[in-house]
């Protein structure tokens, strides 16, 4: 039986409020996320997004839910097209370079793949068949140059997401470019008519020869995968208008349904201090971080340690705090598969529990990451002042490491040590030199590639096992 400890409390940007999550179907949950457009390279802004959703979707499954993300690629819009035009390529092969990096990216960050990345290109037809619908049933009308837009004034449910006042809107106005502010809200291009500056760009279609506007690209593709109706609809507050405000006024007019139960967007991300833009020169793509040597999982942990909808102001100052909390934590790791200590009882049942109970109770409350990382961090100094008693036994090591990769199922952070820990191969040679200088018993030999071993931050003890090395925190 479900408990109500195990509910999911999300803030639903529709009511702004926090709401039980209760999903469709039980068991599952269905869940789109608006991905990335790939006239570029995504940056830290992108990802911060695609983090907080897979921490999300992460949580989701931690709760047992059986979690279907569909993230799409827009790989045709305004910006693609202005992108490829430039460069004097084919727009397929530029796009193919972004949606490449783009994969890259999720693997460094270690996000989880989510189950359909759908493509704009490989669409059309849906698209079109939900224009028919808007067309047939009055929201949609054909303009001079035969582009048809949506009016916005027959949707009534128009701005309930972004709360934007319908009366303050120029009836009649419309606005064909993709992205807008709110100020210029207006009758918005579900397809536009070929023009010259699309150049090979179009489609012949049964409503002619163009192409989708970005909108309308979100609200067919949802649909197809998660159906009509479904549980959460994810994104950057950017996009909440005209983006899916769009998106609630195409897919509810042309079905007649509730499109989305839970809305939720995540704040901005800033960089020291500031707005993120190419001419401050404070912008930057994944690939620029672990070009300057960060490892993906400290990038990760900085973009995932701030409450989503909070403002996350990235420094590089913050970034080696990050650097640290991961060294501490996998150093944590290493001293529990190290225990060997006369057993401390009981008592370690009462801090296990209390830690997962913090940890869980914290993120069922919309993803309350500061408390639950609190949580986690107040357990790890407890375990550890255990570890330097030498009061854990080797179950009890076991029990504590099982604890923590149970919390990194949804973290994503520590993984496998082993895996991460690769010595460079000189280390290695290094190692076995100095093994067999011990052999013949040349200690001079011996301690002098230890201390060698020791300016590459490798750290290495003789025991009672044999020879043990670790990377030296830096
Ligand atoms: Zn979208």
Sequence with gaps: METSTEDIYLFNTMTRN???????????????TCGLTVYDYGH????????????????????????????????????TIKGSKQQGIPLKQYTERYIKAFFEDLETLNIERAEHYPRA???????????????????????????????????????????????????????????YEKETAADFALWKAWDQADGEIFWNTEIGKGRPGWHIECSAMSMKYLGEAFDIHCGGIDNMFPHHENEIAQSEAGTGRK?????????????????????????????????????????????????????????FEGLSAAKNTIDRLLNFIRRLQEADGAGFGEELNVLTKRAEMNFEKAMDDDLNISVALAALFDFVREVNTLLDGKLLNKKEAKQVHSLMMKFDMV?????????????PKEAEELIKTREEARKARDWKRADQIREQLKTMGIVVEDTADGVKWRKEKT
């Design 411 to 423: 973290l994503g952070v520590i993984g496998s040590i082993e895996k991460r820990e690769k010595l």
């Design 44 to 79: 830290i802004g992108n990802f911060r997004a695609f983090i907080f959703e897979d921490q999300l979707r992460r949580w989701l499954e931690y709760r047992g839910y059986k979690v279907t993300q569909v993230m799409n690629l827009t790989d045709v819009d305004d910006r």
């Design 259 to 315: 499109f989305v139960n839970y809305w939720m967007h995540n704040e901005h991300l800033l960089v020291e201090g500031r707005k993120m833009a190419k001419s401050l020169g404070n912008y930057y793509t994944v690939k620029d971080l672990t070009a300057k040597g960060y490892d993906g999982r400290v990038i990760r942990y900085l973009l995932l340690s701030t409450h989503y909808r909070q403002q996350l102001n990235f420094t």
């Design 18 to 32: 926090k709401e039980r999550f209760i999903p469709n179907e039980k068991g599952r949950v269905g869940m789109y």
């Design 121 to 179: 290109t490989e669409h059309i037809s849906e698209m079109v068949a939900l224009i028919k619908r808007l067309l047939e049933k009055g929201y949609a009308y054909r303009s001079e140059d035969g582009s048809i837009y949506y009016d916005i004034s027959k949707f009534t449910g128009y701005g309930k997401l972004s709360k934007i006042k319908l009366e303050e809107l120029k009836s009649g106005a419309r606005v064909k470019a993709d992205e």
